[in-house]
């Protein structure tokens, strides 16, 4: 039940990062949208990865290595979605980096100004 | 309109892919075998206590090398694509002195960088314990920094010595790796250190050493982009 609504919570993360990059014209806006769909796909994967009542996959007095297989969520998820936040910082990095040489070759961020490379 | 029809279309299509999706997910009642036999052999094999760690830094341990070197390549990028600026735009603007922080910040950050410092190091130490490990601590060291460049906008972060830092943790992550094919079975493997008890600091081979090493290149890393934007 409750990784359904977390699934449902982060695939309409997702619907609204993707309207957000189609419909605004302001780049940074448009990363924000980005950001959005990214951090509404880690919490798919982490609800993906839920195993119903379990616990965090981290073995201590609470939590016996015997019995822990048994109560745990699936630690893999969790493991890439470590990777997957590392992997959009670092795009997120670069596309505000171009944000701002893009600003200062046209002194406006709409993209709307560039089209250049539109066909 | 055509375009405003066309986003409609895609999002709507989206969503029914979306719903679908929920309407069609089944919790599951038991792990998938990879994720029970994870949980099973790191703390038997590794002697970790947190499986996810145990997963980042041995049995994935090569994706994180890559994960490294992606935040590498960004920290390269970012210097160039921002880099050249400086010099073709210097005679245009007259660089004006930036506006200095206020009172509250300058204290705030007076007290809360080193009590930032602090638990970025207990997460950064506890990473084979509890919930933690490089990549959240080095977030957390990038967060004093982000707090030290508000409090004092015209200090310059020593880039040079962020670097080399930043370069021997790696190298030194990489060393530790070609170790474990020497003295362990396999590349980062981290049991060519003792395992020490199960739950006490020193534990779990070179686990911590891994942690250690990978918090320092990330807060490097993660100071020099930010510093990178800033100028």
């Keep these: 039940m409750i990784s359904t609504v977390v699934l449902a919570t ?27 769909a990214g951090t509404g796909t880690h919490i798919v994967m982490v609800a993906l990865g839920y195993v119903a009542g379990g616990t965090a996959p981290i073995i201590d007095r609470s939590l016996g290595a015997a019995e822990a297989s048994s109560r ?15 992997i959009g910082l670092a795009v997120t990095a670069i596309m505000l980096a171009f944000a701002i040489r893009l600003y200062e070759a046209k002194k406006t961020l709409s993209i709307d100004a560039f089209t250049e490379s539109k066909w | 309109m055509i375009r405003r029809l066309a986003i409609v279309l895609v999002l709507a299509l989206f969503g029914l892919v979306f719903a679908s999706l929920t309407v069609h997910h089944v919790e599951r009642h038991s792990l998938p075998p990879l994720g029970k036999r994870y949980v099973e052999l790191v703390p ?3 002697g970790a206590a947190n499986v996810i760690t145990g997963i980042l830094l041995t049995y994935r341990a ?7 070197a992606v935040l590498f390549m960004v920290a390269a990028a970012v210097g160039l694509v921002l880099g050249r600026r400086e010099r073709r735009d210097l005679p245009r603007d007259a660089p004006q002195p930036p506006r200095p922080a206020s009172e509250i910040v300058r204290t705030g950050a007076q007290i809360l960088v080193p009590l930032i410092a602090i638990f970025a190091a207990y997460i950064i130490a506890n990473g084979h314990l509890s919930a933690g490990g490089g990549f959240q601590g080095g977030a957390v060291v990038a967060s004093s920094a982000v707090l030290l460049l508000l409090a004092a906008p015209s200090r310059q972060l020593d880039q040079q010595l962020l670097s080399s830092t930043e370069s021997t943790a790696g190298v030194l992550f990489v060393l530790v790796g070609v170790a474990g094919t020497i003295f362990a079975s396999g ?27 990978l918090g320092v290149k990330v807060g490097c890393e993660l100071s020099v982009i930010i510093d990178r934007f800033r100028s």
């Design chain 2, 62 to 68: 090569f994706d994180t090398l890559g994960e490294i």
């Design chain 2, 187 to 213: 590349f980062l493997d981290n049991r060519l250190l003792p395992l020490g008890q199960f739950g006490s600091l020193f534990s779990a081979g070179a686990m911590p050493v891994l942690s250690v090493l």
């Design chain 2, 44 to 46: 038997q094999e590794l």
């Design chain 1, 10 to 36: 982060g695939l309409t993360l997702i619907l609204i990062g993707i309207w957000g990059m189609l419909t605004h014209r302001n780049i940074l806006r448009i990363v924000i949208g980005f950001s959005l």
């Design chain 1, 72 to 86: 745990v969520v699936d630690p893999i998820p969790s493991a890439l979605a470590v990777t997957a936040i590392v």
